[in-house]
């Protein structure tokens, strides 16, 4: 992911933020022909200091469901457009329209299993952790019969990364005026997408000036 300076991250809060909205992920790997293969999956997020791991599974039919080994997974963050329009210095030449946005990408190692006993506890997990997202409390029963034959149609991974990349894209190259501007616009919008964004300018500019 091509990242000025300016815009690389390297406090890993940013990425618990990005997992913590949106834990629906890309999977990157290289297929058996050289191609890259995806798959957009549900994981869950565990982070031990600058230690990494994302669990999930594929349905055992996904090609992507045979690879081991090296990896990479997409993170997506809020975004939005940025009109020059907004910034009071709009007349400078080097002021134009953008697109802000959060992201990360991180690069590591897949390790795929299908153990039935590894396998009734990752669905678990899931279900536990998610149920709970929209107040419900469906649970996976590994003794019931009709749910674990359904282990048989996936297969699990779990990706320890090695290499976190965080790019935050929040109007941090101009000055404090421009970005206070932006905010200010995107609340204006009122929407659900705009205002987040507008948000996490917010704590990007707390975070910088605490650290001043």
Same mark, same amino acid.
């Given at each position: 992911?091509?990242?000025?300076?300016?815009?690389?991250?390297? !406090?890993?809060?940013?990425?618990?933020?990005? &997992?913590?909205?949106?834990?629906?992920?890309?999977? &990157?790997?290289?297929?058996?022909?050289?191609?890259?293969?995806? /798959?957009?999956?549900?994981?869950?997020?565990?982070?031990?200091? %600058?230690? *990494?791991?994302?669990?999930?599974?594929?349905?055992?039919?996904?090609?992507? %469901?045979?690879?081991?080994?090296?990896?990479?997974?997409?993170? !997506?963050?809020?975004?939005?457009?940025?009109?020059?329009?907004?910034?009071?210095?709009?007349?400078?030449?080097?002021? *134009?329209?953008?697109?802000?946005?959060?992201?990360?990408? =991180?690069?590591?190692? &897949?390790?795929?299993?299908?153990?039935?006993?590894?396998?009734?506890?990752?669905?678990?997990?899931?279900?536990?952790?998610?149920?709970?997202?929209?107040?419900? !409390?469906?649970?996976?029963?590994?003794?019931?019969?009709?749910?674990?034959?359904? =282990?048989?149609?996936?297969?699990?991974?779990?990706?320890?990364?090695?290499?976190?990349?965080?790019?935050?894209?929040? %109007?941090?190259?101009?000055?404090?005026?421009?970005?206070?501007?932006?905010?200010?616009? =995107?609340?204006?919008?009122? /929407?659900?997408?705009?205002?987040?964004?507008?948000?996490?300018?917010?704590?990007?500019?707390?975070?910088?000036?605490? %650290? !001043?």
């Amino acid at each position: 992911m091509f990242t000025p300076r300016d815009f690389a991250e390297t !406090d890993l809060l940013w990425l618990d933020r990005l &997992l913590a909205r949106d834990p629906f992920v890309t999977v &990157l790997t290289t297929g058996a022909d050289g191609l890259p293969e995806l /798959t957009r999956v549900p994981v869950l997020y565990r982070r031990e200091g %600058s230690q *990494v791991e994302l669990r999930g599974h594929w349905a055992r039919a996904n090609p992507q %469901s045979r690879h081991d080994g090296a990896a990479k997974v997409l993170v !997506d963050g809020p975004h939005g457009y940025v009109s020059a329009s907004w910034y009071p210095d709009k007349e400078a030449a080097s002021r *134009v329209p953008t697109w802000n946005y959060a992201a990360a990408e =991180l690069r590591g190692q &897949l390790q795929r299993f299908d153990d039935a006993d590894e396998l009734a506890q990752l669905v678990f997990d899931i279900g536990d952790h998610f149920e709970a997202s929209v107040g419900q !409390d469906w649970q996976f029963e590994p003794q019931r019969d009709d749910h674990r034959r359904q =282990l048989r149609g996936i297969i699990g991974f779990r990706f320890q990364a090695e290499h976190v990349q965080l790019k935050l894209k929040l %109007s941090q190259n101009h000055p404090e005026a421009n970005q206070q501007a932006v905010i200010a616009e =995107l609340k204006k919008l009122d /929407t659900p997408h705009f205002t987040e964004l507008a948000q996490w300018m917010r704590w990007h500019r707390a975070q910088t000036a605490a %650290s !001043d």
